[in-house]
């Protein structure tokens, strides 16, 4: 049973160039958050989805962020015109239910960096 | 807004000694749950141990134990007996309906 798979593993992107970030969740899930951990810092919140669905983008930025969870495929985390600032390890997880006490499963993260 | 707070950037603990992580969260729901994550060098995200909030009873895995006093708002991890393995962030967690949240981590270094 494959657990969460994010790709690309590293991502290099120059300033201004879009970023994909791609999160397969664990079969049988259909709820996906995705997180932004800076070094040394904890996992910030950017936004939860359920299947074609936002739940909730609090924590996504205004501008240039955008996710989406289509009912086929895997999530999709879209950064537009990077900015040196984005570069960071962005984290997907999943989790069976939206509520209770199943623990979120994480992907190994994709971290990116911005030249 | 929901927040989780860890006040310990670091901690040392001489190996085969106990050490308690602390961990405050602020919330007006009733029905949340508490997790402790463990982020070893891997970057890898490992569930430590889980608490229900309608449980007065303190959650046990193994070594690693719970003090969840609901009024006060506190959730620490004790970690007995201490491994070299234990070394890692640790990442405190809360969820409710909407959200799932995580602390700034505490960097643990067991000492041999």
């Known amino acids: 049973n494959a657990g969460v798979m994010q790709n690309p593993r590293h991502l290099v992107r120059r300033r201004g160039q879009e970023a994909r970030l791609r999160c397969s969740p664990m079969?049988?899930?259909?709820?996906v958050y995705w997180y932004r951990q800076l070094p040394e810092e904890g996992l910030k919140f950017m936004v939860y989805l359920q299947k074609e669905n936002i739940i909730d983008e609090s924590g996504m930025p205004k501008e240039r962020f955008s996710a989406e969870f289509p009912k086929e495929g895997p999530s999709i985390l879209r950064i537009q015109q990077v900015v040196r600032g984005d570069s960071a390890a962005y984290f997907c997880a999943s989790s069976p239910s939206g509520t209770g006490s199943s623990p979120l499963h994480f992907g190994n993260g994709t971290r990116l960096t911005v030249t | 807004a929901q927040t989780v707070t860890q006040s310990q950037p670091e901690m040392s603990v001489q190996e085969a000694e106990t050490v308690t992580l602390s961990c405050t969260y602020d919330?007006?729901?009733?029905?949340?749950?508490l997790f402790w994550y463990k982020q070893p060098p891997s970057r890898q995200m490992i569930l430590v141990i889980r608490q229900e909030a309608y449980k007065q009873q303190n959650a046990t895995e193994n070594r690693f134990s719970v003090n969840f006093q609901k009024a006060a708002k506190s959730f620490s991890l004790k970690i007995s007996d201490s491994q070299l393995g234990d070394a890692a962030m640790y990442f405190c967690a809360y969820r409710d309906a909407i959200r799932y949240i995580f602390g700034t981590g505490t960097r643990l270094k067991v000492l041999a």
């Open positions: 079969k049988g899930h259909s709820h």
């Open positions: 919330t007006s729901e009733s029905d949340y749950y």
